[in-house]
């Protein structure tokens, strides 16, 4: 062969070796899970819980093994996700209440500070936000109407369209807010929501501990932070009263935001959309609808996986229907598992020899690897190898500059400035992932990982090497000194000395 022969040759060579970023893809559906932990479906090793949408997807795309939310709670999670910055770095950003003020810069106000779903509108994507929202509502400016429009929602900051759920199903308004005001509400029913510490706001209030002959066997609080307003025989975090019509039924609340996700692409009318959709499943108050009780071989959290999974493949059938064969689909938890956590349900005694981290230690609340490795799956035909792993780093901080960078769309300065533009490790196309990520507790000591290593910045520090010690038992901080003081360093200087 000629020298210029072989030199062409090599280049193709090269070009071909190295991973090309992809076409912008005609839809984006971020799958958001609440409180699933690495170990709780079938395509991570459990094995009484079956999860054959989940197993598809796996088939068809790339498994992540160490892939993390941003804290091991939701608000603040959910709140790194959407704007690519760590949680702490805004004040508020906690476990919220039911009646707590917007957290999300609003689109135009100003802000240097921008979220996933503006970036996706300014590529040309229709956004919706479905399921959970947990992330505020309103200006604060003295307490929300509940009763008319509610602004801002998540309209302001860059979702299109939007039916979600105020907070958490175990929070009052159990609504749903479509658009910016509550669904199905009645005029002359007026809500009022307070979240007043008191056993009984108002007189005729029904709560768990003024008539718990109207609590469900699975519906009975464990502490008193659970035990106010009853709603459709579940006891909730909060008082409210009025909006009878509008308030949901537990066990159609998965049906629900799947249909309403369902005709979210159906009525997209082939447009390019992204879509947010953020499943109660797991949390609790766990009520999963009839067809799914009893079917796992871990009780009613069991069960709850279950119908997640069946909503998953539900969507997934939609894209599929509606011509969004061309799908980025993304998978994913908020923070890692809680058995038990604040209900009777049974969980704590189906659950009692699993391990829903496996094979990590700690769960939700916690910095242990089970606080925030969560399960990750991605998938796009063509562009993400089918049935592949990777074991690179990967925080859901990251997600916001890396879809940009795959949508084409510019991240403007001074936004999501804990994310990292890692869209070839999130195709799975590059396994150079992080080289650090914070784990911010929901109390008590800090999180730090750099490669392998881990760090919990408690009075009496631990450090660990995961690779030979996965379950985090075995503290070497007393004979790393030299590694210790070097991540305590490099985690202090990211948050500060807190």
């Not at 496996?358 to 089918?386: C, D, H, L, N």
Request: with cysteine.
């Amino acid at each position: 062969m000629r020298k210029g022969g072989r030199l062409i040759a090599v280049l193709v060579f090269l070009l071909l070796a190295l991973p090309v970023l992809a076409v912008k893809p005609k839809a984006i559906v971020l799958f958001y899970a609440d409180d699933l932990g690495y170990g709780d479906t079938s395509v991570y090793g459990q094995r009484k819980v079956l999860t054959p949408n989940l197993e598809q997807l796996a088939r068809e795309g790339c498994l992540f093994r160490d892939a993390h939310s941003a804290t091991p709670i939701c608000t603040p999670s959910r709140y790194s996700l959407l704007t690519g910055r760590y949680a702490f770095r805004r004040p508020g950003t906690r476990i919220l209440d039911g009646d707590a003020k917007l957290i999300l810069p609003v689109e135009g106000s100003g802000e240097s500070e921008v979220t996933l779903p503006v970036l996706m509108k300014h590529a040309g994507y229709r956004t919706a936000a479905i399921g959970k929202w947990h992330l505020g509502l309103g200006a604060g400016e003295g307490a929300i109407d509940w009763n008319g429009e509610i602004k801002p929602s998540p309209r302001e900051v860059g979702f299109d369209r939007s039916f979600v759920m105020a907070a958490t199903a175990d929070r009052v308004p159990c609504v749903f807010i479509e658009d910016g005001r509550v669904a199905g509400l009645e005029a002359d029913d007026p809500i009022e929501v307070s979240y007043d510490n008191v056993e009984r706001k108002w007189p005729d209030e029904t709560t768990a501990r003024t008539n718990p002959e109207l609590l469900k066997a699975w519906g009975r609080p464990s502490d008193r932070q659970h035990d106010k307003t009853i709603v459709d025989g579940i006891s909730r975090i909060g008082h409210m009263r009025g909006g009878r019509s509008a308030r949901w039924k537990d066990q159609e609340l998965a049906d629900r935001i799947t249909t309403e996700a369902e005709n979210f692409i159906r009525e997209s009318a082939d447009a390019p959309i992204f879509l947010y959709f953020a499943t109660n499943d797991i949390h609790v108050p766990r009520d999963p609808a009839p067809k799914f009780r009893g079917k796992s071989g871990l009780g009613i959290r069991g069960d709850a996986t279950i119908q997640m999974d069946d909503s998953l493949g539900r969507i997934r059938k939609a894209l599929r229907e509606n011509g969004y064969e061309d799908t980025l689909f993304v998978f994913t938890s908020d923070n890692g598992p809680r058995v038990s956590d604040g209900y009777e349900d049974g969980a704590r005694e189906a659950w009692a020899d699993e391990n829903p981290s496996a094979p990590y230690s700690g769960g939700k609340y916690t910095v242990f690897e089970g606080g925030t490795r969560v399960p990750m799956i991605v998938a796009w035909p063509g562009q993400v190898a089918p049935g592949t792993e990777s074991f690179a780093l990967l925080s859901q901080t990251d997600f916001a500059r890396s879809l940009a960078k795959i949508v084409g769309v510019e991240v403007p300065s001074g936004a999501c400035g804990d994310s990292q533009e890692l869209s070839y490790v999130l195709l799975g196309q590059s396994a150079d992932g992080r080289e650090s990520l914070v784990e911010q507790p929901a109390w008590g000591p800090w999180g730090y990982r750099k490669g392998s290593w881990k760090l919990i910045d408690s009075p009496e520090p631990q450090l660990y090497f995961l690779d030979s010690d996965p379950a985090e038992r075995n503290n070497l901080a007393l004979e790393r000194p030299d590694k210790l003081q070097e991540l305590q360093r490099e985690l202090h200087a990211l948050i500060g000395h807190r």
